[in-house]
């Protein structure tokens, strides 16, 4: 009798086992390995803290890895990574294998500044006017369009009202979440902001390789969480 309980005692113990050691690697297998790069954080200070929320609240694990902007697209598209972080469609238009959460992260209107002491460009004249962009951005491709006088690039969004100010260029498109205010109090520095409305609106989006599609909709049902709760916030 003792024996065929013992039997019993070791195969549920056995049985216990299995379970915790099952858990474990699912849990394992849901920690993503998602790609970011230095502009990631120049567009909005909060966006990296924003995306640990949303995975936190998926229940999918997230690990950072820190590339430069091309190197983490590719291997984000091998499937070497399992993703990258906060992408422009036009970014990703080439790359097969990596798909949208459905839900973007940020919708944001970018708006054209010029030091205050200048006047602002007529917008059908502004092909005879330097822009300054942000490396690694991709939106500033766009911008670099509208010039025929050529175009400087900064590392950061301080660097590059730092050579407007130099009058290394005419004029920078910024989106407000950028903390502008903050970065031209501490340089004493004064802009105005050009025309009545932006001059580009876009959206960006955590790209997923293919493999991970059955995760696509819980991100974005917890982006959404995330966007109702910061509304509630007093």
Same mark, same amino acid.
């Given at each position: ?6 039997g019993k005692h070791v195969r549920l113990k056995s ?16 920690? $993503?390995? #998602?790609?970011? @790069?230095?502009? %990631?954080? !120049? ?10 929320? =949303?995975?936190e609240h998926s229940g999918i694990g997230l690990k ?70 942000? $490396?690694? #951005?991709?939106? @500033?491709?766009? %911008?670099? !369009? ?10 950061? =969004? ?10 290394r260029g005419d004029y920078a498109v910024l989106p ?59």
């Open positions: 009798m003792s024996l065929i309980f013992d049985l216990l086992i299995l379970i915790v050691i099952s858990a474990n690697l699912q849990a394992q297998s849901e920690t $993503l390995k #998602i790609g970011r @790069y230095p502009a %990631v954080s !120049l567009i909005d200070p909060n966006m990296i803290n924003t995306i640990e929320r =949303a995975f950072w890895v820190d590339l430069p902007a091309e190197r983490s697209l590719r291997l984000a598209n091998a499937g070497m990574i399992d993703g990258d972080a906060q992408r422009q469609p036009q970014a990703v238009r080439h790359l097969p294998n990596l798909v949208a959460v459905p839900e973007p992260f940020l919708s944001l209107p970018f708006w054209l500044y010029v030091m205050a002491n200048k006047p602002c460009p007529a917008y059908a004249e502004l092909y005879r006017y330097r822009p300054i962009g942000i $490396l690694g #951005i991709k939106i @500033y491709e766009q %911008v670099y !369009l509208w010039s025929k006088v050529g175009w400087s690039e900064a590392t950061s =969004a301080k660097q590059l009202v730092e050579m407007l100010q130099r009058g407000d979440k950028v903390g502008i205010e903050e970065i031209l109090s501490e340089l004493g520095i004064e802009l105005q902001r050009c025309y009545d409305q932006p001059v580009i609106n876009t959206r960006t989006y955590l790209y997923l390789h293919i493999k991970h599609l059955d995760k696509l909709d819980r991100l974005a049902d917890s982006i959404r969480w995330l966007k109702r709760t910061q509304n509630q916030a007093p």
